[in-house]
T-cell receptor
């Protein structure tokens, strides 16, 4: 079966660094997406990885290990506005996204 | 219109009624998708369309139907609503059905009583 696992909730402090992990099992693999979703809003795209390694985009970075079926999203210099849910999604062999339930990130001052 | 829009924003519906959720995009994207999002669960694909004139079933298609008469519009119809269809519904689009990111509409919050 296809499955995406990520922690339900994490808490971090403003200004700190947090790493949100995601493990995936998909039928075939065409890449791994991370989306941000603020409460009551639509998901918005953060990153896409298809090759192993780290992709850096400002304060956010995403890592992929295809051999381990593992990804993480790294958020640096946390700001209060980063309080949101972070959704991990794997793109399967039919180019359909398989979504995790999301990690709710709570930022404390 | 800029991007992708959905209507209505929210709706309370009696069980057994028919309801159509509207979705329109102005980005000339070929692929469009309907998801439902329920607390504690990931987004689940209901139906998709890779290009105008074609549609396909996703993970949870039962009780829903779609049409794609043109590039811009992708309505989702609940023929006879049931309480288990209470959810937040998101429409999304992408340039094509492969590696591209998906752009999401603001969502429709549907309650079936």
């Amino acid at each position: 079966g296809q499955n995406i696992d990520q922690p339900t909730e994490m808490t971090a402090t403003e200004g700190a660094i947090v790493q949100i992990n995601c493990t995936y099992q998909t039928s075939g693999f065409n890449g791994l997406f991370w989306y941000q979703q603020h409460a009551g809003e639509a998901p918005t795209f953060l990153s896409y990885n298809v090759l192993d390694g780290l992709e850096e985009k400002g304060r956010f970075s995403s890592f992929l290990s295809r051999s381990k079926g593992y990804s993480y999203l790294l958020l640096k210099e946390l700001q209060m506005k980063d309080s949101a849910s972070y959704l991990c999604a794997g793109l399967d062999s039919n180019y359909q996204l398989i979504w995790g339930a999301g990690t709710k990130l709570i930022i404390k001052p | 219109i800029a991007g992708i829009t959905q209507a209505p924003t929210s709706q309370i519906l009696a069980a057994g009624r028919r309801m159509t959720l509207r979705c329109t995009q102005d980005m000339r994207h070929n692929a469009m998708y309907w998801y439902r999002q329920d607390l504690g669960l990931g987004l689940r694909l209901i139906h998709y369309s890779n290009t105008a004139g074609t549609t396909g079933k996703g993970e949870v298609p039962d009780g829903y139907s779609v049409s794609r008469a043109n590039t811009d519009d992708f309505p989702l119809t609940l023929a006879s609503a049931v309480p288990s269809q209470t959810s937040v519904y998101f429409c999304a689009s992408s340039p094509d059905s492969s590696y591209n990111e998906q752009f999401f509409g603001p969502g429709t919050r549907l309650t079936v009583l």
